[in-house]
C-alpha cells in the first residue's frame, strides 16, 4: 500500500528535540515536499535508479543490497518495508528505507536491514542534504511514524559526520553506537601509505611473511571472477568462518543457510526474485598451495572500497598472517586505483584495521511516540550501555572473549 500526506510545509518555528544541536547555516530547501511511505522495494526502485548516479549513498542501502536482504533475512524475520520517499517537484531528493518490526513492546521502524549493514544514512540529493534542516527532518520523521503507526524510531549506526556535514539524523538525544567504522583517505601511492602507517619492523614482518607465503607456490591474490571461482572462493569464506566460531567461540553471522543466500545474491551465484543473478559485491581471495587461505567480501561504489567481511584458514599457513597480506594487497590495489579515494575497513575495532585506518565514531537514535514506545526505548538504552560498557572495559571484553573460546572447545570436546 501507498501512503502519501499532502503537501508539507517545510518553514514552522516549531521547538523540537533536534533544537539543541548546533547546525550550520544552510539555505531553506524549496517547499512544499511530498512523503510516500513504499510497502515494496519493487515500487520503490524507479527512486532508487534516478538517486544511483548523483546521490549521496552507500552500499548498506542500495536497491542490491536491501532485495538481497529482505527476500533472505527478512523474510525470515517476518520485517515489514516502508520505504520513505522525499519529492520536491516530483523529484526524489531522499530515500529513507525503514523497516517496520512489529512485536515485543512495541512497533519499531528501524533501518532495513541494519543487521547485516555496516552504516545507515539514507539516499540523498547532494543540494537537498545540504540543505535540510533539523526542523523538517522531524517533520519528515513524524510523517513516517505516523503512516505506520510505529511506537518508536530506533535507528542505528548513522555516521556522525558524512558528506561534509553532521548527519542531519543526529539530535542532542543521539548515542554513541558501541562500534566505530574504521575509514581512510587513500594517498596516490601505496609506498607512502605503507610507510605513514606502519612501522620499519612491522613493515619488515608483514612483508617475510608475504615472501613464506610466496615461496609455498602458486601464489596468488585476486577478485574472483568467473562463476566457478567465485564459488569456489565464497565456500572457502563460508568454511573457514564455520570453523573459526568452532575454535575460538566468535560468533558466525553467515551459519545459517538463509544469512548465505543473502550473499550468494549480492555475489551473482543466486538469481534474485525478479529471476537475474545479479553481482554487486567482490570477493577477494588468497591462494598458495593449492589451496585459499584467506578471503575477503569488498564493495567498490563511488570513489570507496568497502570492505564487508572475511574469513582466514585456520591451518598450516596461518603462522604467515594470509589474512593481513591479503588486505595489504586490496589497498595497494585501492592506492592504484584512479577510482578508488577511500578505504573503509567497516564496523567493529580489530588491530589491522586501526593499523591502516582511523575510527570513526557512529551513533544511535531512539524516538519514542507512544508510552510503549518509551518502554522499548528505555530497554533497548539498558541494552546499549551494558553493551557498550563491555566492550570498552578493560577487563571485561578480554574476558567475555576467553569465554567464548572455552565455550567453544568445550563444545568441540562435545
Not at 531522499?94 to 552504516?119: C, K, V
Not at 562463476?227 to 567461540?249: M, W, Y
Not at 589474512?323 to 580489530?350: N, T
Request: with cysteine; aromatic share 8%; glycine share 6%.
Amino acid at each position: 500500500m501507498i501512503v502519501q500526506n499532502g503537501l508539507s510545509e517545510c518553514n514552522n518555528p516549531v521547538q523540537t528535540i533536534f533544537d539543541e544541536v548546533e547546525e550550520k547555516p544552510v539555505t531553506s530547501a524549496p517547499c512544499p515536499w511530498r512523503l510516500t511511505v513504499l510497502n515494496s522495494l519493487s515500487e520503490a526502485l524507479p527512486y532508487w535508479q534516478h538517486l544511483r548516479t548523483a546521490g549521496c549513498r552507500n552500499p548498506y542501502q542500495s536497491s542490491e543490497w536491501l532485495s538481497s536482504w529482505f527476500e533472505t533475512i527478512g523474510k525470515e524475520r517476518k520485517i515489514e518495508v516502508a520505504i520513505a520517499v522525499v519529492q520536491i517537484e516530483e523529484k526524489p531528493v531522499a530515500i529513507l528505507p525503514f523497516a517496520l518490526e512489529r512485536g515485543g513492546l512495541a512497533n519499531t521502524l528501524t533501518f532495513l536491514g541494519h543487521q547485516n549493514g555496516n552504516q545507515n544514512t539514507g539516499l540523498w540529493d547532494p543540494s537537498f542534504y545540504c540543505e535540510v534542516t533539523k526542523t523538517q527532518i522531524e517533520d519528515i520523521l513524524q510523517n513516517v511514524q505516523k503512516q505506520t503507526d510505529a511506537d518508536v524510531f530506533s535507528l542505528s549506526n548513522i555516521p556522525e559526520h558524512w558528506h561534509g556535514r553532521p548527519h542531519p539524523f543526529l539530535s542532542a538525544a543521539a548515542t554513541q553506537s558501541p562500534s566505530p567504522i574504521f575509514v581512510q583517505d587513500l594517498p596516490e601511492t601505496f609506498d607512502t601509505f605503507f610507510r605513514e602507517t606502519h612501522s620499519k619492523s612491522s613493515r619488515k614482518n608483514l612483508l617475510r611473511k608475504q615472501r613464506h607465503l610466496q615461496a609455498t607456490g602458486d601464489y596468488r591474490v585476486g577478485k574472483a571472477v568467473e562463476p566457478d571461482e567465485i564459488n569456489r572462493a565464497f565456500r572457502a569464506f563460508l568454511d573457514q568462518r564455520e570453523k573459526r566460531a568452532g575454535e575460538a567461540g566468535i560468533p558466525n553471522a553467515f551459519s545459517n543457510p538463509v544469512a548465505q543466500d543473502f550473499l550468494a545474491q549480492l555475489l551473482g551465484l543466486k538469481p534474485s526474485a525478479s529471476g537475474e543473478a545479479t553481482k554487486s559485491m567482490d570477493i577477494w581471495f588468497l591462494e598458495t598451495g593449492g589451496a585459499i587461505r584467506a578471503t575477503y567480501l569488498c564493495v567498490e561504489q563511488d570513489s570507496t572500497l568497502y570492505a564487508y567481511s572475511n574469513s582466514v584458514a585456520h591451518d598450516d599457513m596461518l603462522p604467515n598472517s594470509p589474512g593481513l597480506v591479503l588486505i595489504k594487497e586490496i589497498i595497494e590495489y585501492a592506492c592504484g586505483s584512479p577510482q578508488i579515494e577511500v578505504l573503509d575497513l567497516g564496523l567493529g575495532e580489530e588491530r589491522y584495521k586501526t593499523a591502516w585506518t582511523k575510527a570513526v565514531p557512529l551513533k544511535d537514535l531512539a524516538l519514542a511516540f507512544t508510552w510503549k514506545g518509551i518502554l522499548r526505548q528505555k530497554q533497548d538504552a539498558l541494552r546499549l550501555r551494558i553493551k557498550t560498557g563491555i566492550r570498552n572495559s578493560d577487563a571485561l571484553w578480554p574476558l567475555v572473549r576467553r569465554l567464548r573460546k572455552l565455550k567453544a572447545g568445550l563444545g568441540n570436546r562435545g
